[in-house]
């Protein structure tokens, strides 16, 4: 009924920069919170950032100050800009949202997931 597809993952050196892209689509009637979450291997996935329909952002303390989320609601899009990357950031990075559909009942759909790569 959704679908979120990712782009943007990739190989960065330490100290780079790169911005995931996530797009929403199908049957949907609006868009409540969007997040983007990691996962390094043989780690639990967890949160990377989170921004709710009317833009209040939340962030743990592992990125703050070096990540920005940010949404275009008119393109049901997300977006993560990753400054200052290190090592310890390489992981697979899902996008989440929690979708109001045109039935009005509500769904909480993920990405396929974008890798991204730091080396040091």
């Known amino acids: 009924q959704v679908q979120l597809v990712e782009s943007g993952g990739g190989l960065v050196q330490a100290g780079g920069s790169l911005r995931l892209s996530c797009a929403a689509s199908g049957n949907i009637f609006s868009i409540n919170d969007m997040g983007w979450y990691r996962q390094a291997p043989g780690k639990q996935r967890e949160l990377v950032a989170i921004?709710?329909?009317?833009?209040?952002?939340n962030y743990p303390d592992s990125v703050k100050g070096r990540f920005t989320i940010s949404r275009d609601n008119a393109k049901n899009a997300v977006y993560l800009q990753m400054n200052s990357l290190k090592p310890e950031d390489t992981a697979v990075y899902f996008c989440r949202a929690n979708v109001r559909l045109l039935s009005r009942s509500y769904v909480e759909v993920w990405g396929q997931g974008t890798l991204v790569t730091v080396s040091s």
């Open positions: 921004i709710s329909d009317g833009g209040t952002t």
